[in-house]
């Protein structure tokens, strides 16, 4: 049960992440693109730390091929979720891009010999509804509607994009060290999201974030200490369990979302607007029973 201590704090830790961002993208930074750029600069600044940890001899070319895809998908979903996120609820965004373990649970049932048991895919489907529902509620309070059609899509491709990226993880874990692989993905993942530094206006605004002195400190210790320790997390669960059982795990970190934003709605604190009552609320501890049941179920598989 080591790797499934090691998803749940990951998916803890990438759900504090994740509402730190929005309150970054929302409050300081003002750009989706420009937040990307700056995530590119902070993963290739974890992929230089975890140098001295990483060894590149014995490898062949094609499993460093792997492991930096595996970054550039990864960037790819941040791209995807960050820039939707600028004009959703993040409790509404990382539902939908938690959708991934059923892209992770057909890749490895096909590629890796896996096996999913019919009650294990059950199980997965049902936290991937319950993660749904609680992105489908209500979007705030005074309004009724969810995210939009589009955005939901967009979403979901860059859910397919970071079940792609845990999937290609897993292949390579028997081969390649965890922190080589750690290293790689990030330098993957950064340069992917750096590319959107020569968008119109992004440069100006890596200028603005970087010279802001509280904007800089919150931004650091978001995407670069903790995001350094989910990212630990993951990769310890990885090395430790089947590459199915860890995504659908993390597939909790919306309750984790939901839970966060809850609490910094509260009068004293108002920094979410977040429904808590009527059919929003119903909607949403639904899709949560479903979520941790789902979970559950998949633990005792």
């Known amino acids: 049960m080591e790797w499934m201590v090691f998803a749940a704090a990951s998916a803890f830790t990438f759900a504090l992440v994740s509402v730190l961002d929005k309150i ?30 990483a060894t590149f001899s014995g490898f062949d070319a094609s499993v460093i091929t792997v492991a930096l895809l595996s970054g550039v998908f990864s960037g790819t979903y941040l791209i995807g979720m960050f820039i939707i996120m600028e004009s959703q609820d993040v409790s509404r965004v990382v539902p939908v891009v938690s959708t991934y373990p059923i892209f992770v649970a057909f890749l490895a049932f096909l590629f890796l010999d896996e096996h999913v048991s019919i009650f294990a895919w059950a199980c997965v489907i049902v936290t991937v509804v319950g993660a749904a529902m609680v992105s489908l509620a209500p979007k705030s309070i005074n309004s009724t509607e969810g995210v939009g059609i589009l955005a939901l899509l967009f979403l979901l491709l860059a859910s397919m994009s970071f079940g792609l990226s845990q999937f290609l993880s897993k292949t390579i874990a028997e081969e390649m060290t965890m922190w080589t692989q750690y290293s790689l993905r990030a330098f993957g993942g950064g340069i992917t999201c750096g590319l959107l530094i020569f968008l ?17 400190m919150v931004f650091s210790i ?21 590459i199915y059982l860890t995504a659908t795990v993390m597939a909790t970190r919306p309750l984790f979302v939901f839970g966060l934003t809850l609490l910094l709605s509260i009068p004293m604190i108002g920094l979410f607007k977040e429904s808590v009552r009527g059919k929003a609320m119903a909607t949403r501890a639904t899709g949560i029973v479903l979520t941790v049941g789902g979970v559950i179920g998949v633990s005792l598989t």
């Open 24 to 53: 970054l993208i929302s409050d300081h930074v003002g750009s989706g693109k420009i937040f990307v750029a700056g995530v590119g600069g902070a993963q290739v600044l974890l992929g230089i730390a975890t140098l001295p940890l």
């Open 200 to 216: 119109p206006g992004v440069r100006q605004g890596l200028v603005t974030l970087f010279t802001n002195f509280k904007t800089m």
């Open 222 to 242: 978001t995407e670069i200490v903790l995001v350094f320790f989910a990212i630990l997390f993951f990769f310890l669960s990885v090395y430790s369990g089947e």
